[in-house]
């Protein structure tokens, strides 16, 4: 079991920033990705950024250069950098925990958090 809990979110105006930090506890060594999802009223859950065991990272397009995310192995927290904030950011934003045993995979998330961006 993986336990998730996501902070940070909150109201910005457009052009501004936040950082959102998901702080993982559990069995960690189990983890094979983190990342961060986000859902818009009326839309389906859509990936904004993940990061790999490894280091690895990839975006959503529309997130290239504005957003980055990163982690500290030894907090066990897993960043999302946002700049340059626009109103179709507007969302709640899920951190998630991808965890590969004996083959397997299975998908954790954290409550979520608002993130609004005012025009």
């Known amino acids: 079991q993986v336990q998730l809990v996501e902070s940070g979110g909150g109201l910005v105006q457009a052009g501004g920033s936040l950082r959102l930090s998901c702080a993982a506890s559990?069995?960690?060594?189990?983890?094979?990705?983190m990342g961060w999802y986000r859902q818009a009223p009326g839309k389906q859950r859509e990936l904004v950024a993940r990061i790999t065991r490894g280091g690895s990272t990839n975006y959503a397009d529309s997130v290239k250069g504005r957003f980055t995310i990163s982690r500290d192995g030894a907090k066990n927290t897993v960043y999302l950098q946002m700049n340059t904030l626009k109103p179709e950011d507007t969302a709640i934003y899920y951190c998630?925990?991808?965890?590969?045993?004996?083959?397997?995979?299975?998908?954790?998330w954290g409550q979520g958090t608002q993130v609004t961006v005012s025009s």
């Open positions: 998630n925990a991808n965890v590969i045993r004996s083959g397997l995979s299975a998908d954790y």
């Open positions: 559990g069995n960690m060594f189990s983890i094979y990705a």
